[in-house]
């Protein structure tokens, strides 16, 4: 049987052969007292990246994430955030269940700009909730990976300290965005309270992200980490790989993004061949792909690209993402883009449902 390509998302890296060495030679020590010397490395290193304080290494981009809205606001509270977020979105609920928060979206797509938050923030009514908190996602994962625009985060940032309102950013790929942007990971989270990275996407580690922000937020943060669980012990072995991942994983990103591009253009042929609104595959900033398929359930061109050996995934009724990383060879990236390719061309000849045209909800 033929290997699969695995393009569900760039979650699904293994561990490389010199990461699990790193892995095996970590010093470790029990982190709950705060004496894994490997842990409190890689903290260093966030830190020092983000350009923030400190650090808080935790297991999950999730965990940061609802570490960051516990520290920041109360129960009743609101947060703005971009549609499709994915602390609002992908969370299992969380901050409505630890935080007691709710969401209002601005904008559309994902991204927003200062006057759409000025709009979304309440007046400092008793029966209103509290605006407290912004958070951006950035690259921003259901717009399609899109890269959040430097000026409209810093003119978000002016409107939110005008308003007293914290600053949150979803950095689970600010190492695409660096990339894609050519702006540095501390330029892009300067205008931030606290920022969560993650180095298990395009850095390619097995488990782990960090939160990064003042002293004083990174303080609260620990005593909301060993709230949640997330507490562990000689984490070093975890830890050492996102040091791996950060001093040798970075430089590749740039790959993942043309092979996102090929990929796209492959597509985009067989869309253009079908007519204009056969299907629509935005070019990708970064290493997500979108494609839109109106009138054909996502379902379909999961199915048919599975048979011809590439996996897939669906995240609207007609639309399916595909995400690259460093676990697909360079070698794989044109069979992966061709089987794609047929496999969108085999979903436009059939006939489609009336209903099917679908958002990414
Ligand atoms: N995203 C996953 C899924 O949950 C959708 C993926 O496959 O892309 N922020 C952003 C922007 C993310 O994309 C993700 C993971 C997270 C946070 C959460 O990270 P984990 O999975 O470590 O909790």
């Known amino acids: 049987m033929q290997a699969m390509i695995d393009l569900r998302s760039d979650t699904v890296t293994r561990p490389t052969a010199a990461m699990r060495a790193a892995m095996a030679a970590a010093e470790v020590g029990d982190d709950v007292y705060r004496e894994d010397p490997t842990v409190r490395r890689l903290e260093e290193r966030a830190a020092e990246l983000t350009g923030k304080e400190a650090a808080l290494f935790v297991p999950s981009g999730t965990m940061g994430n609802q570490i960051a809205l516990l520290c920041h ?89 005008a308003h007293g309102l914290a600053l949150h950013l979803d950095g689970a790929r600010i190492w695409n965005a ?72 970075r430089g590749r990103i740039a790959e993942d993004h043309e092979a996102a591009r090929a990929i796209a253009r492959a597509l985009r042929a067989v869309a253009h061949a079908k007519g204009a609104a056969a299907a629509a595959i935005e070019e990708p900033e970064t290493n997500i792909l979108y494609i839109d398929t109106p009138g054909a359930p996502a379902e379909r061109l999961v199915d048919a690209a599975r048979r011809r050996g590439v996996l897939v995934s669906a995240s609207g009724r007609s639309t399916v993402r595909a995400v690259t990383h460093l676990d ?19 979903v436009l000849s059939q006939p489609r449902c009336r209903d099917g045209a679908g958002a990414r909800a």
Request: glycine residues 12%; hydrophobic residues 50%; charged residues 20%.
């Open 73 to 161: 606001t109360q129960r009743g509270d609101e947060v703005i955030a971009g549609e499709g977020a994915h602390c609002a979105f992908y969370e299992s609920g969380a901050a409505p269940a630890w935080s007691g928060v709710q969401f209002v979206f601005a904008g559309r797509g994902g991204l927003f700009t200062a006057a759409d938050v000025e709009d979304a923030i309440k007046p400092p009514q008793y029966y209103l909730p509290r605006t407290r908190v912004v958070a951006i996602e950035n690259t921003h994962n259901r717009a399609g990976g899109r890269v959040f625009p430097q000026d409209d985060v810093l003119a978000i940032a002016e409107v939110a300290r």
């Open 178 to 249: 660096a990339v894609a942007s050519g702006r540095t990971v501390a330029e892009l989270a300067a205008p931030f309270d606290t920022v969560s990275v993650c180095f298990s996407k395009g850095l390619g580690a097995p488990v782990g992200s960090a939160l990064c922000g003042g002293a004083d937020a990174v303080r609260a943060a620990l005593r909301f980490r060993k709230m949640l669980g997330g507490g562990m012990r000689q984490a070093g072995v975890l830890a050492a790989a996102a040091l791996h991942a950060l001093a040798h994983h």
């Open 328 to 346: 697909v060879a360079p070698e794989q990236v044109a069979p992966a883009a061709s089987a794609l390719a047929e496999a969108l061309a085999e």
